[in-house]
Every structure is written in structure tokens, then in C-alpha cells.
């Protein structure tokens, strides 16, 4: 099993992720839950497109981490 880096981003309306290492994998939702169920539907649907087209799937190789600061 891959573990891939998902960002999530909260916007006025909806929630929204995308796979830094999957490049055009991206999904939205009304809720961070739902966001997460899509986002893992999305990366997926994304390898088996690559795999499909006899693409590399790339490794996971994006990290984060939180920095933090007086303010």
C-alpha cells in the first residue's frame, strides 16, 4: 500500500484536496469528511488511468509538516 500526501483546504463553501504527487488529482466536497472519501475515490481512479495508458505511477515522495511561530 502507497501513502500518498493529500493537501486540504477549506473554502467558504465546500472543502477541496489535491495529491502533490499526483499532478491533476484533485476533489471537493461539501464537508472535510466527504472530501476525504472523494479524495481517496480521485487517487484511485488516477492510478488506474495511469496504469491503464501504461504510465509510471509515481512514488510518494512529498512530505509536510507544521511550523510554529509566535503571533
Same mark, same amino acid.
Not at 496504469?51 to 509515481?58: E, F, H, K, N, W
Given at each position: 500500500m502507497k501513502e500518498y500526501l493529500v493537501i486540504y483546504e477549506s473554502g467558504k463553501r465546500n472543502w477541496s484536496a489535491y495529491v502533490p504527487d499526483l499532478p491533476g488529482c484533485i476533489a471537493t466536497g461539501k464537508? !472535510?469528511?466527504?472530501?476525504? !472519501?472523494?479524495? !481517496?475515490?480521485?487517487?484511485?481512479?488516477?492510478?488506474?488511468?495511469? !496504469?491503464?495508458?501504461?504510465?509510471?505511477?509515481?512514488?510518494?515522495?512529498?512530505?509536510?509538516?507544521?511550523?510554529?511561530v509566535a503571533g
Open positions: 464537508t !472535510r469528511k466527504q472530501v476525504e !472519501r472523494v479524495i !481517496r475515490e480521485a487517487i484511485e481512479f488516477h492510478i488506474e488511468g495511469l !496504469r491503464l495508458r501504461g504510465d509510471p505511477v509515481p512514488e510518494p515522495s512529498v512530505e509536510a509538516g507544521v511550523v510554529g
